[in-house]
């Protein structure tokens, strides 16, 4: 889904477009990493956000609040004062688990390599220009 909450696409009959429809419910800067956080069971909001590390609270809110509008984690209040809330996948969220591991191998073995060498070319493209 785009910002404004519609999909980017009317039809998803091409072959590829389940892949699409799939990053459309997954993609987003931290979506992926609190699926996979939440694997391991219910997380507290605070417990997400210090895992994650450099997410806002604002963006995480927002990336929890799509997720859960799409069905693939629950959002549970509990009558506390404070009010205490957790998250966890439903059991379309829990469907994801091999994707979301398969990613995790396919980065080790070839984003962390690639990202490394991108950077080391910026930094050669930057201290060649001197």
Known sequence: MDTNGKSR???????????????????????????????????RFSELKRKIGCVTQRMLTKQLRELEDVGLI???VYAEVPPRVEYELTEEGKSLEPILYALKAWGEAHALPLLKNREMAIAEEDGGGR
């Open 74 to 76: 629950n959002r549970i």
């Open 9 to 43: 696409h009317s039809s998803y009959v091409l072959p590829a477009c389940p892949v699409e429809a799939t990053l459309e419910l997954i993609g987003g800067k931290w979506k992926g990493i609190v699926l996979f956080y939440l694997l391991d069971g219910r997380l």
